[in-house]
Nanobody, 122 residues
């Protein structure tokens, strides 16, 4: 089972990036999928999550209104559209899947991608 995150890069403040996370080895069509991030010297934090159907989405207050999570179950892929990026959004972003408890806590997730670096310059 593998989650492959991509789409990170360097962008100026106010810009946009779209992260993708492709799953292989099993289907996650019935699982919650999420995104977390970890900035240098900080704990990994929740960014966004999406229900198995895509009908429900959840966001950290810090990204609400700027980031959008979506999924394509036919492609076994989850996306994170990030707009109006700020320097504080600079972090390694990780996709995750299949939490066994609250979707807001990283320790509940059973599957993780390798992370993709997002750097926002001021």
């Amino acid at each position: 089972v593998q989650l492959q995150a991509s789409g990170g890069g360097l962008v100026q403040a106010g810009g946009s990036l779209r992260l993708s996370c492709a799953a292989s080895g099993r289907t996650f069509g019935s699982s919650v999928m999420g995104w977390f991030r970890q900035a240098p010297g900080k704990e990994r934090e929740f960014v966004a999550a999406i229900s198995w159907s895509g009908a429900r989405t959840y966001y950290a207050d810090s990204v609400k209104g700027r980031f959008t999570i979506a999924r394509d179950n036919a492609e076994n892929t989850v996306y994170l559209q990030m707009n109006s990026l700020k320097p504080d959004d600079t972090a390694v972003y990780y996709c995750s899947a299949d939490p066994s408890g609250s979707l807001y806590y990283d320790y509940n997730y059973n599957y993780w991608g390798q992370g993709t670096q997002v750097t926002v310059s001021s």
